[in-house]
C-alpha cells in the first residue's frame, strides 16, 4: 500500500496535474495506469484487428452486391455460408479492436510484486510480466537534456539481474518526483532494512535514489 500519508497527499496532488499516468487504489496495494505507455505491439494489433474487421465484412457484402453474384440454389448456400464465416471474423476482430488498452503497473504489497499489465477497457487484465520486488534494484528518474523537453524526466526502473531498465513514463519531472519517492519505499524498503543512497550520473543526469545494498556480513 501507499505509506506515509504526505507522501500519499503528494503523489494524489501530482497525478491530478498530470495526464501521462494516475494512481488507482487497491486492497492489495495501488496501480499506476499510464495511457500512452501502451506499447507498439498491442497497438499494431489492435490496428491489424480493425483493418481486418473491415476487409471481412467489406468482403462479406460484396459477395451479393457486386455484379454477377447471382447464382443458383447450391452456390447461394456455399456464399451464404461464407458470408456468415466472414461476418462473424470481422465482428470478432472490431471487438477487438475497439476494446483500447491502458498499460499500468501494479505494485502488490500483499505478495510483494510488480505486475506489468494491459487493461482493457472493461477491467480485464492481460498480465505481460511479474517481478518481485527483489529483482528491482533502482527507481531512477532521468533528467536527459539530448532526449527529454527541458523540465521533463522519465521514470525507469532498473533490474537487478538482467540489468535493463523498464521505462514507464515521460512527464515533467517535479509530478515524477513524488511517484519516485513513493515507488522507491514500497518497492525497495522491504522487510529487511535497506539503506538510502542517492547517486548522480554525470553523463546523462539520471538521479538513482533508494538503490538495495546488500548487507556486509559480520566477521
Same mark, same amino acid.
Given at each position: ?57 467489406g ?10 453474384s447471382?447464382? %443458383?440454389?447450391? /452456390?447461394? +448456400? ?9 461476418? @462473424?471474423?470481422?465482428? $470478432? &476482430? ?5 476494446q ?54 522519465r ?7 538482467? %540489468?535493463?531498465? /523498464?521505462? +514507464? ?9 513524488? @511517484?519516485?519517492?513513493? $515507488? &522507491? ?35
Amino acid at each position: 500500500m501507499i505509506n506515509h500519508m504526505s507522501d500519499k497527499s503528494k503523489l494524489i496532488a501530482a497525478a491530478a496535474r498530470s495526464k501521462k499516468f494516475a494512481i488507482q487504489a487497491t486492497s492489495w496495494g495501488y496501480a499506476v495506469r499510464m495511457p500512452g505507455n501502451t506499447g507498439f505491439w498491442a497497438r499494431f494489433a489492435q490496428a491489424l484487428a480493425g483493418g481486418v474487421a473491415l476487409v471481412s465484412i467489406g468482403i462479406a457484402v460484396g459477395m451479393w452486391v457486386m455484379p454477377g453474384s447471382e447464382m %443458383g440454389a447450391d /452456390i447461394a +448456400l456455399f456464399k451464404a455460408a461464407l458470408s456468415g464465416v466472414l461476418v @462473424l471474423t470481422g465482428l $470478432l &476482430a472490431l471487438w477487438f479492436a475497439v476494446q483500447g488498452t491502458t498499460y499500468e503497473l501494479q505494485v502488490d504489497s500483499v505478495k510483494r510484486e510488480l505486475r506489468e499489465v494491459l487493461r482493457n477497457k472493461k477491467g480485464q487484465n492481460l498480465v505481460l510480466r511479474r517481478m518481485p520486488f527483489n529483482d528491482i534494484r533502482s527507481v531512477i528518474l532521468s533528467r536527459d537534456p539530448q532526449r527529454n523537453l527541458p523540465g521533463y524526466a522519465r521514470l525507469m526502473l532498473r533490474h537487478k539481474t538482467q %540489468g535493463h531498465c /523498464i521505462d +514507464l513514463v515521460t512527464d515533467k519531472d517535479d509530478r515524477l518526483e513524488a @511517484l519516485r519517492e513513493v $515507488l &522507491a519505499r514500497d518497492i525497495l524498503m522491504g522487510e529487511a532494512e535497506m539503506a538510502k543512497a542517492s547517486v548522480v550520473t554525470p553523463r546523462r543526469g539520471a538521479i538513482v535514489r533508494h538503490e538495495r545494498e546488500m548487507p556486509i556480513p559480520a566477521q
